[in-house]
């Protein structure tokens, strides 16, 4: 109940200012050489201090993997793995102990559990997903070696990356600061940034993420649909409003003549408006969806608010905040997609006598 | 695994040709008068042949149900519950045995599991979601008795309703044939769908779902956002291309000052571009989302298309389907967002000790 | 939650008295040729009837396969089934209604859940194992054929079958009306049963299991051991007090030296006190167990007993009762058995890449 | 899935020489002031090194919880905890990386996994009830404190403690080195230990477990009766072979005129065989139970056995070995059943409307 994946399973811990972050990786298959470095580029992709564009914080990031794995490849038995927190000691929280601040979780959080723990937004910080990046990396070695899973940032604001994914060389992503592959895009992307970054404010966008050479057959018809999957993981990424695959919304302004895709001789299709998937099943063309984030919430700005006592209180963020999470939101949607994949690949293997 | 809800279980069987859909409802609690009345309601909203704009195949969608309800009252013990299928005897499919229908479940079923039941799309036909509406219609009276749910049709193809969900009156939506509860926008509708019927093509659009009053604290933090489970319900549902809540796709082009949702002093908020729904939880706003739907893939029109040895062929739908499936979908939306809520509130009553 | 087997699962409902049991069995492997004859022998087996010495009730416990199965092959969606009940209709229940029968769930579930379906014991009657066995019968299917599965009765009250399993022909169980292989025990035991069915009593006793031929490495390390799997679905059986595996309660009493099963060079072990299980996982050896069976709780005989305000009333049996479930409890043992079996052999299709 | 508990559950990882042990509860209710120090004191009763009858390796075995608590008080998001490894570095364990030790895991290990981690036994050594005890200790205290959890050794070898629990004054059970609460037994169980000891021999033993002022209603009608949840985590503790509840494997031999409990006016029951379930659902009364456990399989002589390759080699237990884990295993019984019971007690409140 509330892990991720549903045979390969994610169970996490972990909150801003606890000791560390961690998980709990269960039934991962023995046998594998883990590729460590792999792991830790995927957390290094996402870790802060990047870049000009995103927070200046420092944390290392680095995972330890506890369990499972015996000298060097994995014994088929529970991986635990833990990513301290480097920066949670000390600072004083007592002054937003109180605070509910705007299209943050303090409210909601206080009205579940009757208490939170309010330093750097406890458990609804969005570290959590350093945790999701380490067990996404980890299963993404699970699937065949030709599987790619490349997401890119397709718009920031009112900035789209209008090129369709196939026209773009999606090895580049990572030489734009802003994820982009388009440079020139990348580049207005940039200065939008730095300029909202400049008035304390912060914006949205959308992640692409395209996934080629999946093997038809993976997904489950009834509650297990693949499109399903990965919707409810990207959903559970802080800030994520939104998800669509192959036509999206765009599909529901059109009739079944223009949307269907047809065969040609060896199964391909002729068009992929289905996104590779039909019936909630792989069908061998690429996968692809988009996923829509709001603009942080935290601004360096003073914003009107309430504390617990419903008194009007003025909020301002301090310290470093991303004006922008999309280009480390790369990572986190091409592992958490990882890991679905990883599980329902697993689970497929067992739909055949 | 691949149960819809996670302590509130439903468990579903049933195919488009088989004797009988039905399902298994786990962990409803004890004491519950159920209202049967208002659980054939809801089937008999998704029923076939209510409209001269949809189906005209006859079901009579009669929930039985089973065990785990004596006198009148639910006892607290699994409740299995039956829908016999009454159309499915005799028809010869032998013509469709091999062929694969675009943008159809044909392909992909049989590539995943080395054969398929091919009458009516068997396991893949929509008609599973019978099974979801009378289990979500009872899981419905679970919840406190103000809590409203309310879907409406938003667009069909080009045509949009406008009007933002506060603006209508959501009590009026089944008055018209599209279940658009704006007058002007529903005729245009339902004069582009007839358009489109009589050429043998389909059409695609949105549903808008509005949840009012449900109580804050409704949702779990990490991966139990409410709109995650929301996500996953609602792209289970057969031709759904994307979820959005909230400021959704629209959010994603904004800042943070204009998309921050400023409190009152009494914890209700001035803007509610968060859908109601921070951190994952529910925060007593409205709590609204829209779910996009591609046309119907079976055409009243012949299309290329290709058998299983890789031979051209001529596809074309026969009898009596769907140009345009929104209408029905607006009760599937409703009662599977019914039973997520109900689930989710269930569980959240063992949040605090 | 609170179904049996954790990647091939079965849910199940049905009371004494509803119209129906049945369950849906979900992640069957696709493509086996299902053996319907095999399944409808062990519901022939458990059902009442077969002779003197059991209930004389006539039911005849017909499985109808709803879903999942198309021209006699599994297709890897959920089956659905259903066996009616046919003598659940007009009888008086109103004496007992009030009534707490000793040693019965009447009181327990009213605690519980504040209401009871007290005709015939509702959901604790022991007709819910109808529904284990048709679910078992079609999983022992997904077994490799020389997997063999046969429990018989090992004692009724004080009489026991002192000969070890191996010079027993457990071909010949069903060849005596009580299920023992051995036929002098087993004249013992019948004449026993005999005698306390005249008296009004009933009696006890235990049953032994032996899986041969089961493959190496099932069973999984922790919170999943084969041991344990097999412990929860005994122990769900109306009536079961113990179980035991290899050694068991005795081999309590034994020290390292003695209890220690020394391998042979081909990876059998000497002696087999283990019980074919070694760190939860199967050994390749014989797995056994015994599961231990209180007396049935309803008696032909007046007992003392209270009404739900606490007044003293007498209850008394009436009708058809088993003086000796064992008999038919040997095949709810067998067919839960391997359910437990065929889940965690195709969940050990996983554990290697 | 391959959890403890259903609602409230413990996943874990970590192996004999790994970094550390650890876990995370999920579903733990906000609110609770936490005494830690009773966490520990379960954690030091499970420690080796406590007495000259057990184990004389030191590990501190402290418990570092991670997150999920903040001021002391649970949060209601996960709580991580890690229990370091002390001892685990550098002895050389190349001799027994081939060698199949009796009745230990190593066989079958490698024929599920093809390989395994041999340093200490990996993941199959007992050292991982560590986290259950810890888990269990903080899942005791969502109980109400008037919850009695009282386990004893009741039986080493062939000595047995002959009287009933009632007799028996079970708050002196950890006053004696064995823990056996009747000091005349409890000084011929150590007499008996030692000198086992002294011959590099091992021995087995039982424990009774009583748990009073249980309410009634604990423990789910089907697939989760409380007594096959009981047995199913008893029987995932190293060693056990056996479970039995109540009357246990005696009541097999009795009649239902002997067996049944009759009822007091107050619903209390004049005898409590049924050993205070009925139907899988406490009835107010103690619940009792008892395990068997193997002597421990490492013995401190020499003992033939075969390698990987299949030839024979000698083994033997080197350094500090328990000859007995019946003391230990008091609290590990305790902790686990506290957690099952912590599970079944939670969803037992969403029983009722």
């Not at 937003?96 to 409210?107: G, K, L, T, V, W």
């Not at 988009?290 to 919430?297: C, D, G, I, Y």
Request: hydrophobic share 35%; charged share 25%; aromatic share 8%.
């Amino acid at each position: 109940m509330f892990t991720l994946g549903n045979f390969l399973t994610l169970s996490t811990f972990g909150e801003s200012h606890g000791l560390a972050y961690g998980g709990i990786i269960t039934n991962f298959p023995a046998g594998l050489e883990v590729d460590f470095e792999k792991v830790q580029y995927q957390l290094d992709r996402r870790k802060p201090g990047q870049s000009s564009i995103v927070t200046q914080r420092k944390e290392s990031d680095t995972v330890v993997f506890q369990s499972g794995i015996f000298d060097g490849k994995t014994t088929g038995t529970p991986i635990g793995f833990i990513i301290k927190n480097e920066n949670q000691k000390s600072r004083d929280y007592s002054h937003i102990a109180d605070a509910y601040r705007p299209s943050h979780a303090d409210f909601t959080y206080d009205q579940k559990f009757g208490l939170r723990d309010y330093r750097g937004g406890g458990k609804s910080s969005a570290r959590e997903t350093v945790n999701w990046v380490a067990a996404g990396a980890l299963a993404r070695q699970v699937l065949p070696a030709d599987v790619e899973i490349s997401a890119y940032v397709s718009s920031v604001g009112e900035i789209f990356c209008e090129k369709p994914y196939q026209d773009l060389d999606l090895s580049k992503t990572d030489e734009s600061d802003v994820r982009c592959p388009d440079p020139a895009t990348a580049e207005k992307m940039i200065a939008k940034i730095k300029e909202i970054k400049k008035e304390g404010n912060t914006i949205g966008g959308t992640i692409m993420c395209v996934i080629k050479n999946l093997p038809a057959g993976i997904g489950e018809p009834v509650f297990g649909k693949l499109q399903a999957e990965l919707a409810k993981a990207m959903l559970n990424i802080n800030a994520a409003k939104g998800f669509e695959y192959g036509s999206g919304f765009c599909g529901a302004k059109m009739t079944g003549k223009e949307h269907n895709d047809l065969f040609n001789s060896d199964f391909s299709t002729k068009t992929n408006l289905s996104g590779g998937i039909q019936g909630g099943i792989s069908n061998g063309m690429d996968v692809y969806f988009r996923v829509a984030f709001k603009p942080v919430a935290t601004l360096l700005r003073p914003q009107e608010s309430v504390d617990r006592d419903g008194n009007m209180v003025t909020v301002e963020g301090k310290g470093r905040h991303d004006a922008c999470v999309l280009p480390r939101a790369v990572p986190i949607v091409e592992n958490l997609a990882a890991f679905v994949l990883a599980d329902l690949y697993l689970i497929n293997k067992l739909r055949r006598l």
